[in-house]
């Protein structure tokens, strides 16, 4: 993965994020950003106690790592941008 392939992946968060402003609002839109942040964030540290099964989500793979720390940073800056990061 490059910088490039970043770019792009942030720049699909913040059209999903728009889109869902755009149908249902500002609060909304915002209150969708916060959400999926909440679920991408615990995907990043899951840890499974069974041994029978993979320790840690697949957001952990070599190949979606990039993908959800690059969604993660995005949904951070939207939230920043609104003055909503670390509102409930």
């Known amino acids: 993965m490059n910088k490039y392939d970043l770019v792009e992946i942030r720049n699909k968060e913040r059209l999903r994020v728009e889109l869902v402003i755009k149908r249902d609002g ?23 106690p069974d041994p029978a099964k993979p320790k840690h989500h697949f957001s952990r793979t070599r190949e979606h790592l ?23």
């Open 26 to 48: 500002l609060e909304a839109g915002l209150n969708f950003c916060k959400r999926t942040l909440a679920l991408y964030q615990k995907a990043l540290r899951y840890s499974c």
């Open 66 to 88: 990039p993908e959800f720390i690059g969604s993660v940073l995005e949904f951070k800056k939207i939230l920043g941008e609104h003055g909503k990061l670390g509102n409930s």
